[in-house]
C-alpha cells in the first residue's frame, strides 16, 4: 500500500489498525513511518513507546515516550508511559516524578479517570511491597 509522504497521518491511522489486530510488528513499522514524515508526532511516538514496552524493550520505550513528551509536554500519556517503565526498572523515584506529572496534566484536562490510574500507580510506588 502506497501512504502519502507529505501527511503523517494516514501512517499513524494504519499503525492504530494493526496495534488493534494485535500486529505488533507492522504497527511498529506504521508508526516510525509517521514519525519519520513528522518528528513532532507525540501520539506516534506514545504508541510507538508502548509496543516497545510490550516487547519488553524498556530503553526503546523510555526514549519513545521521552521523545512524545518533547513533542508536546503536555501530552500526559507520555509521563504515564515512562511511569510505567520506571516502575518495571524498580526506579521508584523517577516513577514518581513523572507519575504525578501526568496526575496533574490529566486532572487539569479534565481527564479524572486517568487520573485516579496514575494515583493508584504513584500509590505503588509510595508503597512497593503492597
Same mark, same amino acid.
Given at each position: 500500500?502506497?501512504?502519502?509522504?507529505? $501527511?503523517?497521518e494516514?501512517?499513524y491511522? %494504519?499503525?492504530?489498525?494493526?496495534?488493534?489486530?494485535?500486529?505488533?510488528?507492522?504497527?511498529?513499522?506504521?508508526?516510525?513511518?509517521?514519525?519519520?514524515?513528522?518528528?513532532?508526532?507525540?501520539?506516534?511516538?506514545?504508541?510507538?513507546?508502548?509496543?516497545?514496552?510490550e516487547?519488553?524493550?524498556?530503553?526503546?520505550?523510555?526514549?519513545?515516550?521521552?521523545?512524545?513528551?518533547?513533542?508536546?509536554?503536555?501530552?500526559?500519556?507520555?509521563?504515564?508511559? $515512562?511511569?510505567?517503565?520506571?516502575?518495571?526498572?524498580?526506579? %521508584?523515584?523517577? $516513577?514518581?516524578?513523572?507519575?504525578?506529572?501526568?496526575?496533574?496534566?490529566?486532572?487539569?484536562?479534565?481527564?479524572?479517570?486517568?487520573? $485516579?490510574?496514575?494515583?493508584?500507580? %504513584?500509590?505503588?510506588?509510595?508503597?512497593?511491597?503492597?
Amino acid at each position: 500500500m502506497q501512504l502519502s509522504g507529505n $501527511a503523517p497521518e494516514p501512517a499513524y491511522h %494504519l499503525g492504530l489498525v494493526y496495534l488493534r489486530q494485535g500486529q505488533l510488528e507492522q504497527a511498529k513499522a506504521a508508526f516510525e513511518q509517521a514519525i519519520k514524515i513528522s518528528p513532532q508526532y507525540p501520539e506516534a511516538y506514545y504508541n510507538l513507546g508502548s509496543i516497545l514496552f510490550e516487547q519488553g524493550d524498556l530503553d526503546g520505550a523510555l526514549e519513545a515516550f521521552r521523545q512524545s513528551a518533547e513533542s508536546n509536554s503536555n501530552y500526559a500519556n507520555a509521563y504515564y508511559g $515512562a511511569g510505567l517503565v520506571f516502575l518495571r526498572q524498580n526506579r %521508584l523515584r523517577d $516513577a514518581q516524578q513523572v507519575l504525578q506529572y501526568a496526575r496533574d496534566l490529566y486532572q487539569a484536562q479534565g481527564n479524572a479517570q486517568w487520573a $485516579a490510574s496514575a494515583e493508584q500507580l %504513584l500509590e505503588q510506588t509510595r508503597y512497593p511491597n503492597r
